[in-house]
């Protein structure tokens, strides 16, 4: 009875071990083929101190569209998105420094202004001159840093789900946060599993594995995280810069959004007076990935529109 005690004991400690790692193995071969349908290849480029991770591809003559995802995640979020536009624009869609692929240097300055230098460093590297920049949550927060801040780099401003403004009203991460217990800053699963149901009001299906890989990876990345978060929370908030954004600019936002209050995008409307308003009923903070098609077309409407402005503006 013992030996079958010691065996089983093994068997799960074995399977407590691996399992998270099979997720690891699964998560890159699905990221490598969602990469390779999308015609998008790994490329890392140096910049200034440091070399940052990017998927890229598309037409190499064509207008750029630069993708922003937001803090704790990577640029993986934006592989199906990706791929309805590689026919028309040259993507670009790198790890922010810290996530992804890049090393974390602990105090490295990973706030927005630095993030956003960091970017206009990348399109130098890529040999781009201007670029339509979308951007999720803290990816936004980025995106509005740099066309506030580098206007001559950005050709339309696309928003999605922005962090980087006052909240209008508490919300349940800041609520969080101020008793201590930021969501983003993970122990155990069950904080994990908390942490997967804010972030998506219609998520796709998604294997057991893969959230045991991911659960354990937030764990892991807890103190980076930390200071990843402090660094970009502690950046000063864009609104008085908004104003200055002249370019075809897009607020989208899921109605159901957990991380970030659906009214701050009123904050964003009223500082941004030009652009144009989506709210997706239904929808949680990654419309990109819950419903990706009418992201798509939203975002491609901006597009659209910023190539007539291009086409007109002297």
Same mark, same amino acid.
């Given at each position: ?58 037409? %190499? ?45 602990? %105090? ?8 956003? *230098?960091?970017?206009? $460093?990348?399109? =130098? ?16 927060? #980025?995106?509005?840093?740099? /066309? ?15 962090? %980087? ?7 349940? #991460? &800041?609520?969080?946060?101020? *008793? ?34 991911? /659960?354990?990876?937030?764990? !892991? ?8 978060? $402090? ?12 104003? &200055? ?11 159901? =959004? ?7 995008? +009123? ?6 007076? +030009? ?20 992201? #798509? ?7 659209? !529109? /910023? !190539? ?7």
């Amino acid at each position: 009875m013992l030996v079958i005690v010691g065996v089983l004991a093994i068997v799960a400690l074995w399977v407590w071990w691996t399992y998270p790692r099979v997720g690891n193995v699964l998560f890159e071969l699905i990221a490598w083929v969602e990469a390779r349908r999308s015609g998008l290849k790994a490329v890392t480029l140096p910049i200034k101190g440091m070399t940052l991770a990017t998927y890229q591809g598309g037409r %190499g003559h064509a207008p750029a569209l630069l993708l922003l995802h937001g803090f704790s995640a990577d640029k993986g979020v934006w592989l199906g998105f990706a791929r309805h536009f590689v026919d028309d624009y040259r993507v670009i869609i790198p790890d922010l420094a810290g996530h992804g692929k890049n090393t974390f240097v602990p %105090g490295g300055d990973y706030s927005i202004a630095a993030q956003a *230098r960091r970017m206009v $460093a990348l399109l =130098d590297a890529c040999h781009v001159d201007k670029v339509h920049v979308i951007g999720s949550s803290m990816g936004a927060y #980025v995106a509005s840093w740099l /066309a506030t801040h580098y206007p001559e780099r950005v050709l339309s401003l696309g928003l999605i789900g922005a962090a %980087g403004v006052n909240l209008p009203q508490p919300n349940e #991460v &800041e609520e969080l946060v101020n *008793r201590g217990d930021n969501p983003f800053l993970i122990h155990t699963r069950a904080q994990f599993d908390r942490f997967f149901a804010m972030t998506m009001a219609a998520p796709p299906s998604i294997p057991e594995v893969l959230l045991a890989a991911e /659960a354990q990876s937030y764990i !892991k990345r807890r103190e980076e995280l930390a200071e990843i978060f $402090a660094n970009f929370s502690d950046s000063p908030r864009i609104e008085p810069w908004l104003p &200055e954004v002249r370019v075809p600019s897009l607020i989208l936002w899921g109605r159901e =959004d957990r991380m970030v209050p659906v009214a701050s995008a +009123h904050t964003w409307l009223a500082g941004i007076p +030009h652009a144009r308003l989506v709210i997706l009923d239904g929808i949680g903070h990654l419309p990109m990935v819950e419903s990706t098609q009418q992201t #798509v077309d939203h975002c491609r409407e901006l597009l659209d !529109k /910023a !190539k007539v402005y291009s086409s007109i503006r002297p």
